[in-house]
């Protein structure tokens, strides 16, 4: 498992590291209290503790991974089967050589993303994205617009799973110009579904 900022085993370090700081901010506690009249150093020790905890709470609140990292899916997909089932699935009307050299990939945890990345695959209702799993189930396929504010991120995976694989939120652009988000999650024998949606600001 890769340790990384967002893994379960990064956070429960993190735990014990803020854990661990405790008895000395205890200590420091008694270090003042033992310096009453310096006002500065009670100033001090307060925001220092302050920001401590702070950032202790920003550190475990529920972080979602963007997928601005797209790469090209050769480099991503290392099982070629699996790259060449998505491709054949999905880019029926594209020639395979053109296909491969086109399409983008992201992978987090047991879920690989694609964006086919080739005008021939878009149209009105949006450009095709596809989501498998390491095992090659299309458990997710969605023509979506990729048009969207600076700074909104059309996927991102959050720091949320169901049945062992990862969750999706996907943004889009309604027609008020507002942002619609929707929360996919797997369910066992099925898909990723729907599970939730909602206008964000």
């Known amino acids: 498992m890769s340790l990384t900022p967002h893994s379960p085993i990064f956070q429960l370090i993190f735990i014990l590291i803020c854990l661990s700081i405790l008895p000395m901010l205890k200590q420091f506690k008694q270090l003042l209290l033992r310096q009453r009249k310096r006002r500065f150093y009670w100033v001090i020790g307060g925001i220092s503790m302050f920001a401590g905890i702070v950032f202790c709470l920003l550190m475990l609140l529920p972080k979602s991974t963007p997928t601005a990292g797209w790469q090209p899916a050769k480099q991503v997909v290392r099982d070629k089967e699996l790259l060449e089932k998505v491709l054949k699935e999905n880019t029926v009307n594209l020639d395979y050589s ?22 021939a695959l878009c149209g009105q209702a949006g450009c095709l994205y596809a989501a498998y799993t390491e095992a090659g189930e299309r458990v997710l396929s969605l ?3 990729p048009e ?43 898909k990723l579904v729907q599970v939730n949606q909602s206008i964000i600001d």
């Open 98 to 119: 053109l296909a491969i050299e086109n399409v983008l990939a992201f992978k987090q945890g047991k879920l690989y993303l694609f964006d086919f990345n080739h005008p």
């Open 143 to 145: 023509l979506l617009n």
């Open 148 to 190: 969207l504010p600076e700074g909104i991120e059309l996927l991102s995976v959050p720091d949320r799973e169901r049945n062992k694989l990862p969750c999706l939120l996907v943004n889009q652009l309604t027609t008020e110009n507002q942002i619609l988000q929707s929360l996919y999650c797997y369910e066992n024998g099925a």
